[in-house]
Structures are given as C-alpha cells and as structure tokens.
C-alpha cells in the first residue's frame, strides 16, 4: 500500500455500530486492506502513519494496527468502509477457519457485528449468520488503498 496522507473523512461512509443494535454485513473485498494509525489526543482522531518518515513514529508514538474492508450493509442497503482494531480481527480469522473448513468462503457469509460498552471498556461481537440474504449486482466499492473518495 501508499503512503497516506491525512484525510479529512465523513462518517457518513463508514459503518457505525450502535451499542446493542447489531449491524448486518456482507464483506466484499476478499482480503482486508491493512492500515496502521496514530490517535492524536489533542484532534480527537486517528492520522494514517505514513511509515519511514514519519514524525509521530520518529517521537516514539506506535502506530495502532487496523483493517479496513467494503461491506454491505443490509441494514443500510448500502456500501460503507467498515474499519476494525485487532480484537475483531482475532473473531474475523476464526470465522475464516471455521468456514474454509466447510467449503465456504466468509465473503458469501453475513455477519452480525455488535458492540457493547464504551470507551476502552467497548467490545465487538461478531457472528456468522446461518442463512445469508442476496445483495444487489454490480455494487461500487469504495477505493481503500489509495485516496478515499469521501
């Protein structure tokens, strides 16, 4: 992947899990896109580290890793970014096994993402669904590895 620089995004494009209201989704990208980010404390937000070079790693600031994906919402009806920290990825590669192991793949399975709590105390929940809905022909995706169109 590029080099990213700091992106002033809308949440609007993104997928938002409301505590005790789980979401409904559909990965769509076959693989995660890989992502390591800085929370500034002072903006209240999270900068893409740009790697060698960069001055909040140069301070000693480590980079958090996350993963980034194009999802169906089908609560939405939509595609949104669906963005996740290591904790979910843990369940995501479980559920991966678990499936592969069927002769199925997890980007033809729904998944109910739910969350609970708040703050460092918010945890996610993620379960296949037995019986995934159909999502529309010929979806846009949104370009995660290069500049986001939003």
Known sequence: MGAYSEVNVRSGNFLKIEPNKPAVI???DKAPY???KHWDQAKK???VCNG???TLCAEGHEP???WAANVYSHDQSKVLVFEWGPSVMKILKTIDT???KQGIKIEDTDLSVSKSGTGLETKYAVVP???SMSIPEGLELHEIDGDLPF
Request: charged residues 40%.
């Open 98 to 100: 678990d499936l592969e």
């Open 45 to 47: 937000t999270s900068i």
């Open 64 to 66: 958090r890793q996350t």
């Open 52 to 54: 060698e070079g960069c």
């Open 129 to 131: 669904r037995m019986k």
């Open 34 to 36: 890989s992502l390591r």
């Open 26 to 28: 559909r990965l769509l």
